[in-house]
């Protein structure tokens, strides 16, 4: 396929992930960004406000309303919007010809799910049941992704916490009961709008736990978990806000199953060197060495295990990029399924940074 064959436009580009997506498209051999839309840096070039590649330079932002009548212009729409904005576009994209691929949580969830998670009603019900939702370690997806008009991109928490679990799951090293999930994110993973909370004095030199018991990524990871065969999982879900930019590390904690022998650590290494065969992002190595460091910049997974026999506990932590394999890598990840191209294009060779 030649390069610049695949017409793209990004709504949301003002956005962490929006920026991060025009940075990994800018690089992209077969996808070439037509349009851009930003209320905030409308009339003005993509690179003198974000550090983007020289591809993307010189795209001069448009307006949200400017962007809605291009739709038909382009092969695939990524949205970096709220949930509540994405519900509305999805709509108008597919009805101008396009596909879309939605970043944030619009169609993530059962429609009845949406009252307690996000705290609205979901008025999109027919088109959210024909939404492809791919986490594609977990989900299989490549095929329903050939000929999806609608992809919905995993949460960033989601992806950390899942896919070490639902390694253990499978394997039938840790009990279904009783599982915990202690996640923490950088600052990034709240999105760019201010607020006194989010600013630089609140933030700094402090750790706190947030939307404790009702955080919308709870029930994500419970229908990850069951999309990867694992069903009628109930777990306790609690969100962290470190105090850097990005990153996350998700440590989770399941009960040892019975029967376990001494070498349950081997054997919970074992599980996660199985799931994580042939998965081209993700890597396994000893749980004291997952790091952000190790994933951020990169659309790597990074996960460890530990199993503690005399306790009957297994720990077991991820890091991620919230900002790349947690959202703008994920969804190029899903996009290249979407066109037949190799899952891994312009994703396998990005480089992290340390320290």
Same mark, same amino acid.
């Given at each position: ?165 639902? @390694? !253990? ?6 009990? $279904?009961?009783?599982?915990? /999930? *202690? =996640?923490? #994110?950088? +600052?990034?993973? &709240? ?79 074992? @599980? !996660? ?6 998965? $081209?992002?993700?890597?396994? /190595? *000893? =749980?004291? #060495?997952? +790091?952000?460091? &190790? ?61």
């Amino acid at each position: 396929m030649s390069q610049a064959q695949i017409k793209v436009g990004i709504v949301g580009v003002s956005g962490y992930s929006g920026m991060e997506l025009a940075r990994l498209l800018s690089r992209h051999p077969n996808f070439s960004v037509a349009w851009a839309t930003t209320d905030r840096w409308a009339g003005k070039t993509l690179g003198s406000m974000s550090a983007v590649g020289a591809r993307l330079d010189s795209l001069v932002c448009a307006t949200q309303e400017e962007g809605q009548t291009r739709f038909g212009d382009v092969q695939v729409v990524f949205l970096c919007t709220p949930p509540e904005v994405s519900i509305d576009l999805a709509p108008k994209i597919l009805a101008a010809g396009a596909r879309a691929v939605d970043l944030s949580g619009g169609f993530r969830l059962a429609a009845a799910d949406y009252p307690r998670w996000y705290g609205f009603e979901h008025h999109q019900v027919e088109l959210l049941g024909n939404a492809v939702y791919s986490l594609p370690e977990v989900t299989n997806s490549a095929e329903a992704l050939r000929t999806a008009k609608l992809v919905s991109n995993p949460g960033c928490y989601p992806t950390a916490s899942s896919l070490p679990l639902l @390694a !253990l799951l499978r394997a039938g090293v840790i009990e $279904p009961q009783g599982i915990i /999930v *202690d =996640a923490k #994110s950088g +600052t990034t993973g &709240a999105g760019r709008k201010g607020s006194e909370a989010m600013s630089f004095s609140e933030v700094a030199d402090d750790f706190r736990a947030y939307r404790v018991g009702k955080h919308q990524h709870t029930p994500e990871i419970e229908r990850i978990l069951a999309l990867g065969g694992v069903p009628d999982i109930k777990l306790t879900f609690t969100a962290h806000l470190l105090p850097v930019r990005r990153g996350i590390l998700a440590t989770t904690y399941g009960r040892l199953a019975d029967g376990a022998g001494a070498d349950a650590t081997k054997a919970a290494e074992a @599980a !996660l060197q199985a799931f994580a065969k042939d998965q $081209p992002f993700i890597r396994v /190595v *000893d =749980a004291e #060495s997952v +790091t952000l460091h &190790a994933v951020v910049g990169t659309n790597r997974v990074v996960m460890g295990v530990r199993a503690d026999v005399e306790r009957k506990v297994v720990v077991a932590i991820a890091a991620i990029d919230n900002l790349v394999k947690g959202a703008a890598g994920q969804a190029l990840q899903n996009a290249n399924l979407m066109f037949g191209l190799p899952e891994t294009l312009a994703l396998d060779d990005l480089m992290g940074h340390q320290p």
